[in-house]
């Protein structure tokens, strides 16, 4: 699956993470009129974040979120959909569309040692993978399920028809859903779709094309759906890189 993150059009780099599904990122400050900043997408994520001092979690976004503030060192750890309340304790509706402290969810002990280590070393990313590994070691491996039904949607598969092939109902997919991602599943297919839309265009799929095999109704519903999430326009957002 496609996922999108803050990056100027240079200073950001990633590569997969040993934790699976996850990805590791980091961005190096840009000075101001240097490029124009990408906005945050939903993509059904959430991400561990430190940035000179302060560690964060980024919630599941169900709109465009400008990062803003100054130029400054970034370092993070993007989780596979889903598998971010298990490790970090909390449930994704707690966090959606929210930027928190780490210390309003752990223990301020636990996050001062943390940020020690983290402010000591010269790969802070390679840290956060390193605390997202130990925390998986103790919480476990996530639902297998919840990685199906990102895979079904993710595919396009119908809300209706995947519960039923997980054999859960619609209030019980609701449920596990806010739990796991930050909204119900229909939310979910519609920020998957909207990242399998970018993906496409991005690769200069025409914009008719790109709204058939991403799975609109037509090119008009591609407009709707990304201004609504993303704030601006598909060529918009093309133009920003």
């Given at each position: ?25 980091t961005k190096a400050p840009v000075p101001a009129g240097a490029g ?89 990313a390679a840290v956060l993978e390193e605390v997202a590994l130990e ?107």
């Amino acid at each position: 699956m496609a996922v999108e993150t803050t990056v100027r059009t240079s200073g950001y780099g990633e590569r997969p993470s040993r934790l699976p599904g996850a990805v590791v990122w980091t961005k190096a400050p840009v000075p101001a009129g240097a490029g124009a900043v990408r906005p945050v997408l939903p993509d059904g994520c959430m991400d561990l974040l430190w940035s000179e001092g302060r560690l964060l979690v980024a919630g599941p976004d169900t709109r465009a979120y400008d990062p803003g503030g100054p130029p400054a060192h970034w370092a993070g750890l993007r989780f596979f959909p889903g598998t971010a309340p298990g490790c970090l304790g909390v449930p994704a509706h707690e966090l959606r569309d929210r930027r928190v402290e780490l210390a309003e969810l752990w223990p301020a002990a636990l996050v001062r040692r943390l940020r020690d280590r983290l402010d000591a070393a010269r790969d802070p990313a390679a840290v956060l993978e390193e605390v997202a590994l130990e925390r998986a070691a103790v919480t476990g491996p996530p639902d297998p399920l919840l990685r199906h039904l990102v895979a079904a949607l993710d595919a396009g598969r119908p809300v209706g028809a995947t519960a039923d092939e997980l054999g859960l109902g619609a209030r019980q997919l609701h449920r596990r859903s806010l739990a796991a991602f930050g909204y119900g599943p229909k939310t979910l297919a519609r920020v998957l779709r909207l990242q399998r839309a970018l993906a496409l265009a991005r690769a200069g799929v025409p914009f008719a094309e790109t709204a058939a095999r991403a799975g609109f109704a037509d090119q008009a519903h591609l407009a709707r759906d990304v201004r609504e999430l993303a704030g601006m326009p598909l060529s918009g957002l093309l133009a920003l890189g």
